[in-house]
């Protein structure tokens, strides 16, 4: 997954972001206190990056009831994304 950090980090993400979007490709949709500590990035740090990514389109922000699940874009559609953003 090394290889998909690097590629994420030329669609100017951050190490923090990129490390939490490749741990939450793992878990699929989760919440954010599960990313943050499977990552092993403090909470309130996740929060705000997590927060951003969504804000980027590389996550999706699902409510179940009161708690709010994340899901990272499959890589495949977020690079597909990018290539349209750009043109």
């Known amino acids: 997954m090394s290889s998909l950090s690097s590629q994420l980090t030329t669609l100017w993400l951050n190490h923090t972001q990129s490390k939490l979007y490749v741990t939450a490709l793992s878990l699929g949709s989760a919440p954010i206190s599960r990313i943050a500590q499977k990552a092993n ?47």
């Not at 705000?48 to 009161?66: N, R, T, W, Y």
Request: overall charge positive.
């Open 41 to 87: 990035i403090h909470r309130v740090t996740a929060y705000d990056s997590v927060k951003s990514l969504v804000a980027q389109g590389f996550f999706i922000e699902e409510k179940k009831g009161k708690t709010s699940f994340y899901q990272p874009l499959h890589p495949d559609l977020l690079l597909q994304k990018q290539q349209e953003r750009i043109a």
